[in-house]
């Protein structure tokens, strides 16, 4: 039985509509997902599938949360309270041990630091723990000269930056996006899930791959000690499954800023929304002059981590290095395990938002939001 599609567009996006249901109908029967878009701050798409979900049902986002985190550092750069160019060491000086000490901002939020994790690893109430995080990570060495290269810090990378942001305004990464991004614009992107919403979270689910799938995943075996393994912390004896982590409770409730975070594709885009444009009322977030900065390309080559060629800004994701060639250039976002996607097109003016509920393959930004991605886009710049 075909799934309903529920939710709007607006008009002259109907053809994301159809795009939407198309996929769908070709999707699992347990589908579940929403799609969320706007354009110079208006929303234009509000769609979702699945039995049971809603417009404001909650997923885990995994690393899509890196987008929230580093919004907040882009507003404290902003602000002047943070300067790209200093050494953590200023804000943190801790973090200078094992040859850390020349890093600056700049080379942490571009993923060149090498402190991309533990050689003995991290429990998962740790990985629940952004201090905790941190402070193991401070007598780290890294396992590159730092600024010689990069490597996704998958894990741990909202924790570093969030401690640089914790030393220099007293105040955490969680507490201020809620402060600064959430509460103001009413936005269903939570780093620390209230308990009193947790009947709107749906518990994410694992992925299942077809056969050709399945082979894929096992033609690429990651030895248990490389730089990919420690990365990820799987290299520990009990690393868990990965819905295991946003499914914890213990993750909702500290919102962990590299992977914790809990959204609405509604959030997701309204976020990237508010960061680049007007939107009800209220002017961008970010000036362009910050836009530019967090969206220009700092890391671009062979990821260590990764194992393949990435792009990243400060922070962000390069999108349109990454994934979808024909956005504009200084596109910046994030993508998660899980298959979600956020980002934004400041030359387009387009936010864009994808949750999903079970994880998809192969990992990051499931495949279909480039067809959905196409799909608006297109549209945004017809208009």
């Known amino acids: 039985m075909t799934q309903e599609i529920h939710g709007t567009v607006a008009d002259g996006y109907e053809a994301v509509r159809e795009e939407f249901a198309a996929f769908v109908a070709d999707e699992r029967p347990d589908y579940e997902g929403q799609l969320c878009a706007y354009v110079h701050g208006r929303r234009v798409v509000d769609l979702w599938a699945g039995d049971g979900a809603h417009g404001d049902s909650l997923y885990g986002v995994f690393s899509t949360t890196k987008g929230a985190a580093h919004l907040v550092v882009a507003l404290l750069v902003q602000d002047g309270t943070l300067e790209l160019d200093r050494k953590v ?10 040859g850390k000490g020349a ?7 571009a993923h060149r630091a090498g402190v991309v994790g533990l050689d003995a690893g991290f429990s998962r ?17 890294p396992f590159w000269r730092p600024g010689a290269a990069f490597g996704y810090h998958a894990l741990v990378i909202g924790a570093l930056t969030g401690e640089v942001v914790r030393r220099a305004t007293g105040r955490t990464t969680q507490e201020l996006f809620e402060e600064r991004v959430r509460a103001p614009y009413g936005l269903d992107f939570f780093l620390g899930l209230p308990e009193a919403l947790e009947p709107r979270y749906r518990s994410m689910r694992p992925m299942v791959p077809t056969p050709r799938q399945q082979a894929a995943l096992d033609a690429a075996p990651t030895g248990r000690h490389s730089l990919t393994s420690i990365a990820y912390n799987s290299h520990v004896p009990d690393p868990g499954e990965l819905v295991d982590h946003a499914n914890s409770r213990a993750v909702r409730a500290k919102g962990p800023a590299s992977t914790g975070g809990v959204a609405a594709a509604r959030g997701i885009a309204g976020m990237y929304a508010a960061a680049i444009s007007e939107v009800d009322g209220r002017p961008p977030l970010l000036k362009p002059d910050t836009v530019a900065e967090v969206g220009q390309i700092h890391s ?9 060629h990435k792009a990243f800004g400060l922070g962000f994701q390069a999108t349109a290095a990454n994934w979808y060639p024909f956005l504009g ?7 998660g395990a899980g298959g979600s996607q956020g980002f934004a097109d400041p030359r387009a003016g387009l936010a864009y938002g994808y949750t999903r509920r079970r994880c998809s393959f192969p990992g990051g930004a ?12 297109g549209v945004a710049l017809a208009g």
């Open 89 to 98: 060491t200023y804000y943190w000086p801790e973090f200078g041990a094992e």
């Open 300 to 308: 671009v080559g062979h990821d260590l981590v990764a194992r393949t």
């Open 125 to 141: 109430e740790e990985l629940a723990d952004d201090r905790a995080v941190a402070e193991r990570l401070a007598d780290q060495r």
């Open 103 to 109: 890093v600056t901002l700049r080379d942490l939020l």
């Open 329 to 335: 250039a200084g596109s910046f976002g994030h993508s």
């Open 366 to 377: 499931a495949l279909e939001n480039e067809r959905f991605v196409t799909a608006v886009h």
